[in-house]
């Protein structure tokens, strides 16, 4: 993928680019915690995407899509980034580096990836991390690394309009080969966790879904937390997430929400606690916990979370209890994207052979099957 950026980007600009590459990610549990200081459990994979860039000593920006075959260019004093096109996130981190006080100037731009779209392996959270980090590079500007991710973060909450967490951007900025990360999204500080997984693997089912009330629906459940949050405080006064409270407070935290808020809030705070505890099965080597721990996990987002769709659910049952599986969970914020399984690689070609038969039966679509395994963050290459 290098050459080919480097080819074309020599073609349309005539000169040679600096190339980024930054990866897309998975999460093996922990999902809709990262937005209430909760813990994630993420890694970095190696398909992502590729941003070749250059100074052109301009006022302007000019880039170009190999993806979608597109180009686009924007002056850096009219930054205008509009919701649904892949320049938004371009313009979005120059408008945070500027904001910020660092002195972007005009560059040229070549992106490129390989991760399915769609499939809830975060591209948008790659790209901002592709181009912050290109920019810092070639402008000389050294921004921390948690201050790339955040500036991803930031530029899909203010223009892609989702009321994101930090998980993505942190993930495709800190990954390292072969590892997860348990993530504190409080402290924003993560320790590696090697993914030794022996006879079996971490697989993706891409249920080729994605609903467009999504974002909404995502930015209506971030919302339910928060309420919950405030209803809480007048109990606890020193509370300042879900992430504060354990399974233990349930009883007491059910009596003081209302019946639509508490399988909300009971889903973050067992989660929470899902994720610590995967944590130390990884450690024991016990992958038969981590697998009742993911079936755990998406019976929670689907019935107290409710952000699992049809197609999601009938995978998730399709697959647990199928000869080598460990365990499935919807991966992500949801509504579509991919079921996470943790399957034995002897057993998954015949798991394959028949999702395929029973899922096309039932939606009439044609899941794809992608194979997935950690890698490094975000690098210049
Ligand atoms: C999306 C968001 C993340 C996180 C997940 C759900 O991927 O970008 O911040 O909230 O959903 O865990």
Redesign the pocket.
């Known amino acids: 993928m290098k050459s080919k950026i480097t080819a074309c980007f020599t073609e349309l600009f005539a000169t040679d680019p600096l190339v980024v590459f930054a990866p897309g990610r998975i ?1 093996l549990i ?6 209430q200081e909760g813990f ?1 459990f993420p890694a970095a994979v190696h398909q992502g995407i590729w941003a070749g860039i250059s100074k052109n000593g301009l006022e302007i920006c000019r880039l170009y899509s190999l993806d979608f075959d597109q180009e686009f260019s924007f002056e850096l004093d009219h930054l205008a980034p509009k919701k649904g096109h892949w320049a938004t996130y371009v313009m979005g981190v120059c408008t945070l580096f500027k904001q910020t006080g660092y002195p972007v100037g005009g560059f040229d731009l070549v992106i490129g990836g390989n991760l399915p779209l769609g499939a ?1 392996l ?1 591209s948008s ?1 790659a790209l901002s991390v592709a181009v912050g980090m290109g920019i810092s590079e070639v402008f000389g500007f050294a921004v921390p690394k948690k201050d790339l991710a955040r500036y991803a ?1 930031k530029a ?1 909450q203010l223009f892609a309009g ?1 009321n ?5 951007p942190y993930a495709s900025v800190f990954g390292q080969e072969g590892k997860a990360m348990l993530l504190d999204c409080r402290s924003q500080t993560h320790t590696y966790f090697p993914l030794v997984l022996g006879e079996y693997k971490l697989v993706l089912i891409h249920s080729k879904v994605s609903h467009s009330l999504a974002a909404s629906a ?1 930015n209506q459940r971030r919302a339910a937390c928060e309420e919950s949050v405030s209803i809480l405080q007048v109990t606890y006064p020193e509370l300042r997430s879900l992430r504060d409270l354990t399974p233990l407070d349930l009883p007491q935290v059910k009596s003081l929400l209302p019946a639509v808020l508490f399988p909300k809030a009971k889903h973050v705070i067992s989660e929470c606690s899902r994720v610590m505890e995967a944590a130390e099965a990884l450690t024991r080597d016990d992958l038969v916990r981590v697998g009742q721990l993911l079936q755990a996990s998406h019976q929670s987002l689907s019935q107290d979370f409710e952000v699992s769709c049809a197609e999601l659910d009938f995978l998730a049952q399709e697959v647990t209890g199928m000869e080598g599986v460990l365990g499935a969970r919807m991966m ?3 509504f579509g994207g991919c079921l996470l399984g943790l399957v034995k690689a002897s057993s998954w070609g015949f798991i394959q052979e028949k999702i395929s038969v029973s899922y096309q039966k039932e939606f009439q679509l044609t899941p794809d099957f992608i194979e997935v395994a950690p890698g490094g963050g975000a690098q210049k290459i």
């Open positions: 999460n922990g999902e809709h915690t990262d937005y994630v809830g975060s959270a973060q899909e989702v994101c967490g930090i998980m993505d995502y992500g914020g949801g």
